[in-house]
């Protein structure tokens, strides 16, 4: 017991240091194998490694094409004219609004968090201008419409933390809908309110926009022609359609995605190869990172503590849902990612929540949501990736834009989840 909590303090220290959790989760699961009296070696070659090859075999596709999907939607400009699209309906006059559903309209279609910070940047600083507002408040925003809702809640997400979910509990990725839209729900308004506050506020006592010191991303943007609206949301609404409503495989809606956005840009068929590798090389990284975290998980499973741990997770009283919200959070902080910290989660749990749900009547798409809206609670800490990533394209610092985050990407995901639990727990859901 006390070498797996090591281990994890060891992972989420150097994590928060910005060490690469590539060689970061081994050294981890070093501390857990020779605490827990395994063979530093032999949990290195055989446990370490099955977890890590296991887990790259059945989702490197998936994260390839995802990767590649996202940023052709970038390169063709597609991305960029959907999001503007939706802000000029809204309107400048309601900027947090509209910069908030173009990044959810976007990673609800498939598009990466990465991709959709860069697409979405240029026209938040433009609404953001124009209705002269607080930059602080941009990061939150683009995380609020990224990083949340659309990524664990709302069903049929094609998101990697809505996917990983169903290989452990044999469900789809419209798994408790119902819970799911709920928990949305608490996000999306929770959040909007919450930085709409903010707004009044910051205005209040005099801050309002101010020019970023670096315009260059703006200005690449800003002389390319964007394809229509109507084509450039095709690609979206084909993998969602095609996942959801035909039951295709995610491997194949994508792929009918990619071929989509090629097909409708066949003019600008000179950037594919460019795109298609900076995607492809883009999500080797993702696949390893993630992976590195499984592993992890996996020498957990094999130390004698492990057993005393699942028994103290799983008699916590009250609804299991709640042990798994605990666990999926705990890790996805520790290691600053929703994958990487669902994933290492059910490895090593799994099939002790699976086998919970075959026996108590608990619906297995239940734990699968949870899982899902767990893994979007604590891993927005101030060493996540993403966060780090949206910082440094919109020129702001944890000081200057880190609480509103914390509060709209971890403090209301958290609460979502413990509201959906409690409505699970009385028999309302």
Do not use: C
């Amino acid at each position: 017991m006390f070498g797996i909590l090591l281990g994890l303090v060891v992972l989420m220290v150097l994590a928060y240091l910005g060490w690469s959790i590539i060689w970061v989760a081994p050294i981890a699961a070093g501390v857990v194998a020779l605490t827990g009296g395994l063979d530093l070696l032999e949990a290195y070659k055989d446990s370490y490694m099955s977890g890590f090859v296991g887990f790259a075999k059945d989702w490197f596709p998936v994260f390839m094409l995802g990767a590649i999907f996202g940023k052709l939607m970038e390169d063709t400009g597609m991305a960029r004219s959907v999001a503007v699209a939706f802000t000029k309906v809204i309107g400048t006059s309601r900027a947090i609004l509209g910069v908030l559903v173009s990044a959810a309209v976007l990673t609800y279609g498939g598009v990466s968090l990465f991709v959709v910070v860069f697409a979405v940047y240029p026209l938040a600083l433009s609404l953001f201008r124009e209705a002269n507002i607080s930059r602080k408040l941009i990061p939150a925003t683009v995380a609020l419409g990224a990083f949340t809702f659309t990524m664990t809640a709302i069903p049929g997400t094609p998101q990697i933390q809505n996917l990983i979910p169903m290989e452990y509990f044999n469900t789809d990725p419209m798994a408790a809908p119902v819970m799911g839209i709920i928990a949305a729900i608490i996000m999306a308004v929770g959040g909007y309110l919450y930085l709409r506050w903010q707004e009044k506020k910051l205005t209040a006592k005099g801050e309002v926009f101010t020019e970023p010191k670096d315009k260059k991303i703006v200005e690449k943007v800003e002389d390319e022609k964007d394809p229509h609206f109507l084509l450039s949301i095709l690609p979206l609404l084909t993998v969602l359609i095609t996942l959801n409503v035909f039951s295709w495989d995610v491997i194949t809606a994508l792929v009918a995605g990619i071929i989509l956005i090629m097909l409708l840009n066949i003019d600008k068929f000179k950037r594919f190869i460019k795109s298609i590798n900076s995607g492809a090389n883009g999500s080797v990284i993702a696949i390893i990172n993630t992976s590195a975290a499984v592993g992890f998980g996996t020498v957990v499973k094999e130390v004698p503590g492990f057993q005393r741990l699942t028994e103290l997770l799983m008699g916590i009283k009250g609804n299991p849902l709640i042990s798994e919200a605990i666990a999926v959070n705990i890790l996805a902080g520790a290691t600053g990612s929703a994958s990487g910290g669902m994933g290492i989660a059910l490895e090593a749990l799994g099939d002790k929540y699976y086998q919970i749900a075959q026996n108590t009547g608990i619906s297995p798409e239940a734990f699968h949501r949870v899982a899902s809206l767990s893994s979007g609670g604590l891993d927005a800490l101030p060493h996540n990736g993403a966060v780090l990533t949206l910082f440094a394209i919109t020129g702001m610092t944890h000081k200057d834009s880190y609480k509103d985050i914390f509060v709209v990407a971890v403090l209301i995901p958290v609460i979502s989840v413990a509201v959906v639990i409690l409505l699970s727990s009385i028999g309302i859901l």
